[in-house]
């Protein structure tokens, strides 16, 4: 089973149906090419929402359906069996369908969690190996899991160091506010929930995704086939995704109106939301292809997934990273 990335503002949106795709032609004959890509509600996700509102991509003769799915897990198989052509997943989804055997690759990063995952503790435990021997609050399997991981890793401690709890993000400032658990994982609004527990003296971040750039990307995926068959509609999504990049940097408030509509908060509350994430223009894409032990590429976040989810058996063996990715589009792009 793919591993489920439940991620904060991500919700559950109606109308998921099946566009037709047109043949790929001049955009000056023809209607507009068309691509369905699977979606989750995610702040990181506002350039995508802002090329859309804007039709951003009508100028690379490119039409993008969103179909937005309520539960990640089942967007790499909507992929397979051609559901949709192509999907945004977090990077670890990514890896485990490829150790499976599906020709799942990543065509360009999205964005990279900055802080929106985080470690929280109530403020007597001031560092990470203060979590020995106590109970800790997270999602096995998920991104909450990999930054665990990360950070008891690179101070020399492993989950054997501590008391798992197995628990749903959500269900963390709950377990937290009750007292029963000292240190939890979790995502916004979560986070920012339990700081404000007891008037905000009561627990504080020990760790946060701030402190591993790239363990938690989020990603443009696309099968094999589907690249081999529609370059030109791909190379297209990534034209109109820095076209949206680029407005919402040059018009921070439309930008934050327009993806306030689609997370279904107020524009003050989508600006907060996207803090926690990085959303990675055009020219810094190419590091993540790049090999490296860095967090920030594949291979290095890879090695890190690829060992928590062989050790729990959701595959055998890690695949080859060079596998997972094309970085010809990127690479067309920048030159």
């Not at 492993?158 to 506010?177: F, H, L, Q, S, Y």
């Not at 949206?244 to 939301?273: C, F, T, W």
Request: proline share 6%.
């Amino acid at each position: 089973m793919t591993v489920a990335m439940l991620r904060c503002f991500r919700k559950t949106l109606l109308g998921i149906g099946l566009a037709s795709v047109s043949a790929i032609a001049p955009v000056a004959t023809q209607a507009a090419e068309t691509l369905k890509i699977g979606t989750v509600v995610w702040a990181g996700y506002g350039p995508f929402y802002v090329a859309d509102e804007l039709d951003l991509y009508k100028d690379h003769g490119l039409d993008v359906d969103l179909q937005f799915f309520n539960d990640p897990a089942l967007i790499p198989s909507a992929i397979a069996s051609r559901a949709v052509d192509g999907g945004m997943l977090t990077y670890d989804q990514v890896v485990g369908s490829v150790a499976k055997g599906l020709k799942h690759r990543v065509v360009m990063p999205i964005d990279f969690s900055n802080g929106g995952d985080a470690i929280v503790a109530e403020k007597s435990i001031t560092s990470i190996a203060d979590f020995k021997g106590k109970p800790v609050g997270y999602n096995p399997l998920s991104p909450s899991d990999f930054l665990l991981a990360y950070a008891l890793q690179t101070n020399g401690m492993t989950e054997k160091d501590i008391r798992p709890v197995n628990m749903t993000p959500e269900g963390i400032p709950g377990a937290m506010a009750s007292g029963s658990l000292p240190i939890g994982v979790t995502y916004e609004p979560n986070v920012s929930q339990i700081l404000g527990m007891g008037n905000g003296e009561k627990y504080h971040v020990v760790y946060s995704s701030k402190d591993a750039p790239g363990l938690i990307t989020d990603v443009l995926v696309f099968d094999q086939s589907m690249i081999e068959k529609r370059p030109e509609a791909i190379k297209a999504m990534i034209q109109g995704y820095q076209a949206g990049l680029e407005y919402m940097q040059a018009n921070p408030d439309e930008s934050a109106r327009i993806i306030a509509k689609v997370l279904g908060v107020m524009p003050e509350e989508a600006v907060e939301q996207m803090e926690g994430a990085y959303n990675l223009p055009l020219d810094e894409m190419a590091k993540s292809f790049e090999q490296s032990d860095d967090t920030t590429s594949f291979f290095g976040s890879g090695a890190v997934i690829a060992d928590i989810l062989v050790k729990n058996q959701q595959i055998q063996a890690a695949p080859d990273f060079a596998d997972t990715f094309d970085a010809s589009f990127v690479e067309a792009l920048t030159e």
